[in-house]
């Protein structure tokens, strides 16, 4: 590391430091698969075929997006706020 840069790693080092863990979420169930997708595709309708796909893919991992609980694995030892852009799809 270059001098230049040593020192401004240094200063950085000196204040608080954050992570930001983003996720865009997903359905907490398949009954939440449909709201999902409209939201995703703003509003414009899913055809039953991409509707019976998404949620037969869903239903192989579980019945539910796994990011939600990856992300907090993956934050276990930092300190956070959390904020979940989408939910709420019933």
Not at 36 to 64: A, F, W
């Amino acid at each position: 590391m270059s001098p230049d840069t040593q020192a401004a790693h240094s200063q950085t080092l000196h204040g608080p430091i954050g992570v930001l863990i983003m996720a865009y979420g997903g359905p907490k169930s398949l009954d939440e698969v449909p709201g999902y997708l409209s939201d995703i595709r703003s509003g414009r309708p899913t055809s039953p075929q991409v509707l019976e796909e998404i949620s037969h893919n869903y239903s192989q991992i579980g019945g539910k997006s796994p990011l939600l609980e990856i992300s907090k694995k993956q934050a276990a030892d930092v300190p956070l706020y959390w904020s979940r852009k989408n939910f709420a799809y019933t």
